[in-house]
């Protein structure tokens, strides 16, 4: 397995997203890598990631299977074109839709693991699907319809 | 409007979701009001809720729009029982599917409106509509499939 995650290979400029951002100190810092055909990311939800006592509250479940889908759709775009990740010019994906079923309640305390797998890749866009399990169990699956950044998502300070 | 918001009226075991439970300290505290037949929540997200810099993650859109469904679901379900929130047996409800579809960049540095509609209501399930917007665009559309808690669901500890 690759040591360095799909998301190390974004651009600074664009590495500060709070689910997946090498450099957002106060975030989750996804890592999504390559096994196979198949991405895999492992994520343990932090203490308060509550939804009730005990389970893991579903805005963290979508926002993993959101951010592992738009990390598959950079890496597989740059498969598809036989580009190594990191190579100029970047790819780096947004979430156009999201779709969540959440099977059963995920258990917190252990650590989640979500698989992605590539349905479609059509010019800018890149459909994932993915299944997330707690102690080998699926707890929920999604999909996410990513698309390659708009030009007018350039990054924004206050004053721009 | 009410004073006290739908997620006020939740019982306190329930009430530690980390998106919606007045109880999670370290979490979004999410508050959803009655507007006539719509719902309503007004949400500031911090500063390092960063999709890209200037604009709002959407993992943290995600989990509003989650929140603020089943938020509407319980409200719906006293009001269709003509019953008073809060009145007991409590109705407390978590999400079957989430589905979120991005229509622009979210801002960052503004609050954001969420606005919910009860599409259908049936037995134990409650579907709501849902959208966000900033600085009145609609930046978000999603729909929250909520059902009841399941009798499995019960709070747990490490423990139990």
Known sequence: MDQKAFQDYYPDELNYCYGCGRLNEQGLRLKSYWDGEETVAIFTP???????????????VASIID?????????????????????????????????????????LGVPLEVRGKVKEIKGRKVVVSARLSAAGEICAE?????????????????SS
């Open 46 to 60: 932090r203490p308060y990631h509550i939804a009730i006592p005990g389970y893991v509250y579903g805005g963290l």
């Open 142 to 158: 999604g999909e996410v319809v990513a698309v390659q950044m708009p030009e007018n998502m350039k990054p924004r300070t206050r």
């Open 67 to 107: 951010c592992h889908g738009t990390g598959t759709a950079a890496a597989a775009s740059y498969r598809s074109q036989g580009r190594e990740m990191g190579t100029e010019p970047p790819l780096r994906f947004v979430t156009a839709s999201l779709h969540v079923e959440f099977k059963r309640p995920t258990p």
